[in-house]
């Protein structure tokens, strides 16, 4: 079965979508590749895609991420260049989680260091009880 | 290898993060796939052809909205295979498969009725809490095993 995913690579990796495409280029299977602004699409039988996958990722394991895409590339039905113009629709949330992707990465990235930090305790709303002594202090 | 649901059902740091850790993710891609490729599709414009809201009735009633409906019959077959479930709850910015508010709350409460596993998070929004989300993911998946 055909399958695509993206490639994305996180702002602040050191590989560019360029390097992954010549990688794939490079490399012996056979797949379709495009190039985009935050990564590449492959599009290929799911082994193979699995398999470069694996290869991709070398390049910087924590700087590059994989994401299913259910629109094979260059489909009219989602290609800007058939719609008008304007932002591919899922690219938003692509765009939303990008910008966390730098944390994301420096965090898999210092896993191997095994110190987890504690976090402050979040805030907590209000317990109905303490407000109603509250009011009735208030009140009182 | 379990079957892990993530909410959002299109996010890319959670797909990405359950199939680093040697597990499967279920995602919205991997349906509109099967429906977008498939060649006796009857409206090759769209990706939803009129069967797709009937099968959403399975998991919402017919006086909710088509959109509701329609969202279902991608993610309600997901939820249906799920092992074990991602939650991050309020991330501010859902668009596509994941932006009706409505299916949101309904593919949440179908999670969390079924049983199965769940890990609730919050998005990082700095390094420390970004160590302990890909911390809580590894130890919740590893638990899987």
């Not at chain 1, 010549?22 to 590749?33: A, L, P, Q």
């Not at chain 1, 935050?38 to 590059?64: C, F, H, Q, W, Y």
């Not at chain 2, 909205?65 to 479930?85: D, H, N, Q, T």
Request: contains cysteine.
């Amino acid at each position: 079965m055909l399958v695509t995913k993206y490639v994305i690579t996180s702002p602040e990796s050191n590989i560019l979508p360029s390097d992954i495409a010549m990688k794939i280029y490079g490399s012996k299977h056979d797949v379709t590749v495009k190039e985009t602004c935050m990564g590449v699409t492959i599009n290929g039988e799911e082994e193979v895609i699995d398999e470069l996958v694996k290869e991709i990722r070398s390049l910087d394991p924590a700087g590059i991420f994989i994401k299913d895409r259910g629109f094979p590339p260059g489909d009219p039905r989602r290609c800007r260049g058939r719609r008008g113009g304007g932002a591919r629709p899922g690219f938003y949330m692509i765009e939303s989680e990008s910008k966390i992707l730098p944390m994301i990465s420096r965090a898999l990235a210092a896993e191997g260091e095994g110190i987890v930090p504690s976090l402050p305790e979040k805030k907590r709303p209000l317990p109905p009880a303490r407000l109603e002594e509250i009011v009735k202090e208030g009140l009182s | 290898m379990a079957k892990v649901i993530v909410y959002p059902p299109t996010s890319m740091i959670l797909s990405d993060l359950v199939a680093r850790m040697g597990h499967k993710a279920l995602v919205v891609p991997e349906a509109v796939r099967n429906l977008v490729t498939e060649s006796k599709i009857q409206s090759p414009p769209l990706n939803m052809t009129p069967e797709e809201p009937k099968k959403g009735l399975r998991y919402a009633a017919v006086d909710v909205p088509s959109g509701v409906r329609g969202r279902m019959s991608l993610i309600g077959p997901i939820i249906e295979k799920a092992e074990a479930a991602i939650i991050v709850e309020d991330p501010g910015w859902l668009t596509g498969c994941a932006g009706c508010s409505r299916t949101n709350e309904l593919v949440r409460l179908l999670i969390r009725t079924k049983g199965i596993p769940v890990l609730d998070l919050s998005y990082p929004t700095n390094d420390d809490e970004a160590r302990v989300f890909v911390q809580k993911i590894r130890s919740f998946l590893e638990g899987l095993n």
